[in-house]
């Protein structure tokens, strides 16, 4: 399997309104996101369609409308994340993933598919230094 495209700050900020609201409109995430990220309409259109490019989002027709949905899940994404942070910081071992039981996008069941895929990925690479 391919490691995800990494998104930008401002691509994470889509991502999570996919993520907690599921499939919706251009129109529907400038509601959701105007406020936070200043975007006109056509900014938030443009940036769908460069997160479609790169294989973040996909999009379809319902009844004449275009709308998008995340392709890549969340744990996908913060897993491949708190990978690059490892790295960064030259840590030896899986990050905690418990550390972000206080988080308002993660749910226990996506806590413990991180940590199952943070110690996946630390199985990996201790065994490429073997």
């Given at each position: 399997m391919t490691e995800p495209t990494v998104p930008t700050d401002a691509e994470l900020d889509v991502l999570k309104t996919f993520w907690r609201d599921g499939v919706l409109s251009s129109r529907e995430v400038q509601t959701?996101?105007?406020d936070g990220l200043g975007w006109t309409s056509s900014t938030t259109r443009t940036v769908l369609e460069r997160m479609r490019?790169?294989?973040?989002?996909a999009r379809r027709e319902v009844h004449?409308?275009?709308?998008?949905?995340?392709?890549?899940?969340k744990v996908a994404v913060i897993s491949g994340m708190m990978k690059r942070l490892s790295i960064l910081?030259?840590?030896?071992?899986?990050?905690?993933?418990?550390?972000?039981?206080?988080?308002q996008l993660l749910t226990a069941e996506d806590i413990t598919a991180l940590?199952?895929?943070l110690a996946a990925e630390a199985d990996k690479s201790d065994g490429e230094k073997a």
């Open positions: 959701r996101i105007a490019a790169k294989g973040l989002l004449g409308v275009a709308v998008y949905e995340a392709t890549q899940p910081l030259e840590i030896d071992g899986p990050l905690p993933a418990a550390a972000f039981s206080g988080s940590e199952q895929a």
